[in-house]
Every structure is written in structure tokens, then in C-alpha cells.
């Protein structure tokens, strides 16, 4: 079971419980409830595709307003990207607590690492300022219309003359502007008066505003509160997909009060998480890359990676939002039902999903696409954050593995085995129990006494090896690694520009830090063939617990408030640092041999939006049940819709041992995977397929054989998503976008192009 006590609710996330009480007051005060941000008219210029304004924030009487930098790009594509910063932040004019050595502008890199094309603004596009609005013509013939409103300001997205997308159209946008820390005194007898607001934002609880403590660690914000949040609309969607990754279903799950008056009450604490009705959650979505152990089933809770990627579909039109942001995120999501007529009782109306993002930091950079497909939103999405790589054929086919094969004459053993059943695999892998005391780039010398030999006989059957390489470098003086890491100045500081020292598998351990240009050097140095002795050409690599995973850290990974290189928070990057690392790792493998340069593969579990770009994914530490095997089908469709398709799920379970039956299933299932492997935990037992016995290793191996009989199917299907990301399996209603019945069914799914339907038998006892 997961350990819930171990991960934030949103009561327990600040900037969380503060943009949830937000949305609370506006929608409460309806009609009365006026956004406090505004758009200049006179500010506003349009350049070569590119708007630029001022947003205002206004505060209370006598309070200097807030100046928000507003920019808005009209794309060739036809997407639009908006972005708003913070002027006083932006140009260092503020204070930064505790003596901190933190960088004070809101983080702004993330498009460094994440985007690498389609960026290009459309010059065609025209705009007309008037008083109440900005009327901005762009796209492809100039055939989309966005109306920019002045005050409050908001954003509404025509196509064919409709609404397709809103932004505050329910007044949520949130900015949090610095401002300084100013210890008030209550005098003795002095009470505030009631409904008296010493915040003019709303009755804003500031307890969480300058520090925050949860397990046992207390984040300093040395910069303050700085949340970003906004809320998009999709007027007539009823059905919203993406943002995984999640245990729930495709279509995403409503997450608050509903009710005839589609508010919370005020009166109603926070604590009562009121969900939106049967079978959905209380809880928001939440993006913070973690190490969650014995993940649950059906749930809005964090998971490994973040794609902050979100489609929403109706019959024959689809859009989608971008949300372009590392730092902890959550969203909500409701759906309302409007009525066309008051009378009608709801016949002819129609459900709007009312989305709400918030981000802890950073800028608010937001993406829009107007489809009209599904294929078009992702190729859009895809264009700017880039494709999956061909891999190499290998890559595509059977993968056997365990924490961990023991030696490597157990390695052999296993290759000569599947051999001897007839049984068809292309690559085995190694957990961390191959290395010298987990110090990565070592082999144990008692089990593992002869790893060119082992992969000698590897290389002779066609096959390959996967090694385990994690971020975490073990503190143990003499070894090399850490030896290099600390005297070259490249591991990730503490608040204190210390070293942070943590605790993950090798016990105290530092961390790489993956935004500095010189470790990333450094670290693909480590990948050539004379720096890690005893790999070879048919050697690659896996990289996990890369969230970064800390055992002893704050929800299992490092303190916000350590320091990046350019001192940039962790807060500020944590969802960027598994795929910065799973960057480095796919360099390693690409430079280890200049003469004879190789496509890499390297499996990544911790990812973010371009993760695509570097090699596969895996849905990480599942369990050995029937409800894991049911749930890995929606949350592989998901990674493909959001432009990852290169993703799989542990065949079998991680946890556990499955009866002979769902291992079989597991089996039949794992061959529609795009990334298709086999996997246990060290305390399960071996479950290579020649151990089911009879009729199940028969069975098993025929799904494996049916897996290579379609593998041109397979790589047809990855080549397209190299070259238009397009997802390698996809669900129904990307398929048939007309099927109003088919929106929902995340229970089977099409291999690419092919026209193949595949549905897994994912309960124990059916026949098929």
C-alpha cells in the first residue's frame, strides 16, 4: 500500500490550498467577482506575430500595482503561446531572504530544455486594439481569432466562429507578486474586525507564505510566495485527456464540488474535499515527479513524470492546452452543464470543462492548440517538444529482466535457456546488484567477474545488455565517481551552497547536477569504453529513481530549496531533472564511440515534456494484480496522446508473484506494448516464461512469437512517430473522432497506422 503520510494533499500544499480558496471566493461572489487583472490598450503592440501589453494587478488603495509583462506569439502552426512574468522579479528589484544565494527572476529556462522547434511567429497576423479588446486574426489564412478582453483580462480562442478555448473566464488567474515579509504586531485586546481583509487577494492564509514544514523538512522560500495559476476553459467539451502520468482513466476525472450552485461553500472547510460526484476524485491532479512505492489504482496522486499536456475532445473537434512549467503542479478539473435555454431542463444543452492549473513558481506559459483533430493537436504539441527517436530494432522486440540476475553465468544461463524453449528475445538487463557496493560504473568482482565474456556471448546470439545507472553517486572516498563529482564542483548544493548529501540505495549519496553544462560534460565522458570497463557496442543503459528519488527528503526527493546550477531552485526545475539526466545518459551512449556512432536506448522512469526525444519510458513499480495489468492500457494510451508513445508497463508486476494465469495475460498484453518488457522485484520469484510450465509457457511463447511476426507493423509505426509524433497505439476516439461512444473506452487500443485493434483480457477467470 502507498504510503499517503509520505506525499502532500492539496490541504497540505500552500500555494495549493491557496489558489483552491481562490476559486472558492470567486465563484461564490459570481456576477461580483472582478478579476484584479488588467490589460493596458495603450501598451499593447503587435510585431512580426509577437503582442506585447502590460498586465496590471491591483491591489489595494494606496498599494503599488503589479506590472506583468504580457507576451503573446502567433505561431506558423497556428498555436499561440502566452506568457506573463513579473516585472519586479524580472529585473531583480526585489529582496531575497535568509541571506539566500537563489536567483531572483521567476524561472524562465524551461523552454530551453523542453522545446526545440516551431517557434517560428506567424507575420501575417493582424490585430485591431480597441477599448474593450484586442482582436487578433492568425493561423493558417488567418482563419483563428483570438479576442483578448482588457478588464478583466482574458482570452477567448474562435474557431469557425466559436469559442473553443477560454482563459479566466472564471476570474482564477493568480500571480503571487513579491513582496516583502512584514512581521505585524496585534496589539493586546485588538482584534480584527470581521470580514476585514489585511490581504486584498482574497482571505489569504500567509502561514505557508514564508516557510513551510512537511516531513520533518522545512522549505525556507527565501523569494516568498510566487504561485502562478489560471483557469481554461473548453466550452462543449465534456471529455479531457492527457497529463500523465496517472493511475485513472483515459478520460480524465472530475476533481471538485459540483453542485446546482457549482461552488464549494465558503462555510465548508477544505478538509471536507468535496469530489464531483460519484467515481471521481477529491483531490486535484498533481504533477511532482515522485518515487510513490505500491502506487494505487484510480487516483489523481503524483506519479514518476509530469507531461503538463492536456487535449479535450468533442465529436469532430479537438484542442489542447500546454501548460509549459517544471515546477509542482496540480489541476482541477469540472465539469458544468449549460443550459441553452432555461426551460429546457437540459435537452439541447451542453458540458463545459472548466479546467484549473497552479504552478508553485515560474512564468504562467501556456500553449494553445486549436486542432481540429487529434492527430493535428499532437503533431502541433510534438512539432514544438520534438519526436521519438527511431530506435534501433532491438529496442522494439522482448526484453527480459529482474531485480536482479546474480552473476553473470546466470545471465548466460538465461540466454541459454530461452534458446533452448524456443522462446524469442532480444535483451536482458541488469538491476542495481551488479555493480561493487551500487557504485555506478563498477561491476562487482565476485559475481560478475567477466562482463565482456558475458556479453561476448550475448553479441554472438544478436542480443544486448541493459545496465542500471542512477543520479545518485555514492559518498565514499576512493571511489572515482564521487571522488571526480566533488573535486570538479558538479553535484547539486544545498540552500547553503554545501553539497546536499542524501540517502537512496547506496546509502549517503550526492546528486549530479544536470544543469550544469560542465557535469553534463563530465558525465558523458563516463559512458566511453575506457571509462566504464566491461561494457561493450551491445551495452546500454537505464536510468532510474532519476525524479530524484532521496529516501530521506522531503515526499522522497530533495529539499526545494537546494541549488541548481545558476542557482536556480530545486522547485523551480524538480519536474525537469529526470529528463536532464536522461539527457546526459542518451549523450553518454551517443559520443562513447565516435568512429562508430550508435542510435542510443536508454529507459528513463522520471520524464517531462521532450522525454520523447531521448529513448522509453516505463509506468515503474507496478503490482502483480489484475487491477495493474486493466490500468496499464489507459496510462500507455495516455503517454501517447501526450506525444511519449515509446512507453510500457512491467510485464507481469514489480511487486509480487502472479498466479500462472495473469502472468500469461500479462504476457498476451505486454506484446501490444510499444516498450515491451518483462520485470520483477528481487523478492519475487523467477518468472522467466520457460518456468510457467505447460500450456502456459506455450501460450506465452506465441504472444512473444505474434510480437516479432508484427514487428514491421511495429516499426512502421514508430518510424511515423519519429517523423510526425504520431502515437505508436492509440485509443478509440483518436482513431474514430466521430464515435461519440467510443470517447470514453481506454480498454483497447490500435496499433498505429495498421488499423489493428487490440483488447486484452485483463480479468482473471474470462476466456477468450
Known amino acids: ?15 495549493c490550498k491557496r489558489n483552491r480558496v481562490l476559486a472558492d471566493t470567486a465563484t461564490s461572489k459570481g456576477a461580483s467577482w472582478m478579476s484584479p487583472y488588467q490589460l493596458d490598450p495603450n501598451s499593447v503592440s503587435l510585431k512580426d506575430g509577437q503582442l506585447q501589453g502590460i498586465i496590471s494587478k491591483t491591489l489595494e488603495e494606496g498599494v503599488e500595482i503589479v506590472r506583468l509583462p504580457l507576451v503573446i506569439t502567433f505561431l506558423d502552426s497556428g498555436t499561440v503561446r502566452v506568457t506573463v512574468d513579473e516585472e519586479k522579479r524580472q529585473k531583480g528589484d526585489i529582496e531575497l531572504r535568509h541571506g539566500s544565494q537563489a536567483r531572483k527572476e521567476r524561472y524562465n529556462e524551461v523552454a530551453k530544455w523542453a522545446l526545440v522547434g516551431g517557434l517560428n511567429p506567424n507575420k501575417a497576423t493582424t490585430a485591431n486594439v480597441e477599448k474593450e479588446d484586442t ?17 478583466p483580462f482574458g482570452i477567448d ?57 512537511f516531513g520533518g523538512n522545512t522549505d525556507t522560500k527565501p523569494r516568498g510566495p510566487e504561485s502562478v495559476g489560471l483557469d481554461i476553459t473548453f466550452p462543449g467539451y465534456s471529455n479531457v485527456y492527457g497529463i500523465p502520468g496517472h493511475t485513472g482513466p483515459l478520460s480524465l476525472r472530475e476533481t471538485r464540488y459540483n453542485g446546482p450552485s457549482s461552488h464549494i461553500p465558503l462555510s465548508c472547510s477544505m478538509a471536507d474535499d468535496f469530489s464531483g460526484g460519484s467515481g471521481n476524485y477529491n483531490q486535484p491532479y498533481r504533477m511532482y515527479n515522485s518515487d510513490v512505492f505500491e502506487y494505487e489504482m484510480d487516483s489523481p496522486m503524483t506519479l514518476y513524470g509530469a507531461i503538463p499536456f492536456m487535449q479535450a475532445h468533442r465529436k469532430d473537434s479537438t484542442v489542447g492546452v500546454f501548460w509549459l512549467n517544471s515546477a509542482e503542479t496540480w489541476v482541477d478539473i469540472v465539469k458544468s ?53 527511431l530506435p534501433q530494432q532491438f529496442a522494439v522486440a522482448y526484453h527480459q529482466s529482474r531485480w536482479n540476475y546474480v552473476s553473470d553465468e546466470d545471465v548466460k544461463d538465461v540466454d541459454h535457456k530461452m534458446d533452448k524453449h524456443k522462446i524469442p528475445y532480444d535483451v536482458i538487463w541488469l538491476d542495481i546488484e551488479y555493480t561493487d557496493g551500487k557504485k555506478y560504473f563498477t561491476w562487482d568482482p565476485h559475481t560478475f567477474r567477466d562482463p ?48 546536499f548529501d542524501g540517502w537512496c540505495w547506496p546509502g549517503s ?16 565522458g563516463l559512458f ?106 489507459p496510462m500507455l494510451l495516455a503517454q501517447n496522446i501526450a506525444g511519449f508513445p515509446f512507453a510500457g508497463a512491467d510485464v507481469g508486476g514489480f511487486f509480487g508473484n502472479p498466479n500462472k494465469e495473469l502472468l500469461t495475460r ?46 514491421p507493423a511495429w516499426y512502421t509505426a514508430f518510424h511515423e512517430a519519429s517523423v510526425n509524433g504520431s502515437p505508436i497505439i492509440r485509443p478509440q476516439y483518436y482513431v474514430h473522432p466521430s464515435d461519440e461512444k467510443g470517447f470514453a473506452i481506454d480498454d483497447q487500443l490500435y496499433v498505429g497506422s495498421t488499423g489493428l485493434l487490440f483488447k486484452p483480457v485483463s480479468s482473471e477467470g474470462a476466456e477468450s
Open 1 to 15: 500500500m502507498v504510503k499517503h503520510a509520505n506525499f502532500k494533499t492539496c490541504e497540505q500544499s500552500g500555494f
Open 135 to 151: 482582436r487578433v486574426l492568425y493561423g493558417p489564412d488567418n482563419k483563428y481569432e483570438a479576442i483578448i478582453k482588457h478588464s
Open 157 to 213: 480562442f474562435v474557431k469557425d466562429d466559436k469559442v473553443h478555448v477560454k482563459f479566466n473566464e472564471r476570474g482564477f488567474m493568480n500571480m503571487e507578486h513579491w513582496r516583502a515579509k512584514v512581521e505585524k504586531e496585534q496589539k493586546e485586546g485588538e482584534e480584527q474586525i470581521e470580514g476585514e481583509e489585511p490581504n486584498a487577494e482574497v482571505a489569504v492564509d500567509e502561514s505557508t507564505w514564508w516557510e513551510e514544514s
Open 337 to 389: 452543464k449549460v443550459s441553452s435555454n432555461p426551460l429546457s431542463l437540459g435537452i439541447g444543452g451542453r458540458t463545459d470543462t472548466q479546467t484549473h492549473w497552479f504552478s508553485e513558481s515560474g512564468l504562467l506559459d501556456v500553449f494553445v492548440f486549436l486542432g481540429p483533430t487529434p492527430a493535428d493537436v499532437v503533431h502541433s504539441y510534438s512539432e514544438l517538444t520534438g519526436y521519438s527517436q
Open 452 to 499: 565482456l565474456g558475458m556479453q561476448k556471448q550475448l553479441e554472438t546470439h544478436g542480443r544486448k545488455l541493459v545496465a542500471i545507472i542512477d543520479p545518485h553517486i555514492k559518498k565514499e572516498d576512493g571511489y572515482r565517481i564521487h571522488d571526480e563529482l566533488k573535486s570538479k564542483d558538479l553535484a547539486v548544493k544545498n540552500k547553503d551552497q554545501q553539497i
Open 509 to 524: 549519496s550526492h546528486w549530479i547536477d544536470c544543469f550544469n553544462p560542465a557535469a553534463l560534460t563530465w558525465w558523458q
Open 528 to 633: 566511453s569504453y575506457s571509462s566504464f570497463t566491461g561494457t561493450a557496442p551491445n551495452t546500454f543503459i537505464w536510468n532510474d529513481m532519476n525524479e530524484p528519488s532521496v529516501f530521506n527528503g522531503p515526499e522522497t526527493t530533495m529539499p526545494k530549496d537546494n541549488l541548481h546550477h545558476g542557482n536556480w531552485e530545486h522547485r523551480d526545475v524538480h519536474n525537469l531533472y529526470g529528463m536532464r539526466y536522461h539527457n546526459a545518459t542518451y549523450n553518454g551512449l551517443l559520443h562513447r564511440d565516435p568512429k562508430s556512432p550508435r542510435r542510443p536506448f536508454v529507459l528513463t522512469r522520471s520524464f517531462f515534456a521532450g522525454s520523447q526525444r531521448l529513448g522509453a519510458m516505463w509506468t515503474g513499480d507496478n503490482q502483480a494484480n489484475w487491477e495493474h495489468l486493466a490500468a496499464s492500457i
Open 666 to 711: 500479462w504476457y498476451q498484453a505486454g506484446a501490444f506494448y510499444p516498450y515491451f518488457r518483462g520485470h520483477a522485484h528481487i523478492d519475487a520469484r523467477r518468472r522467466e516464461p520457460y518456468l510457467a510450465g505447460d500450456p502456459y509457457t506455450g501460450i506465452i511463447t506465441q504472444a512473444l512469437r505474434l510480437r516479432y511476426q508484427l514487428l
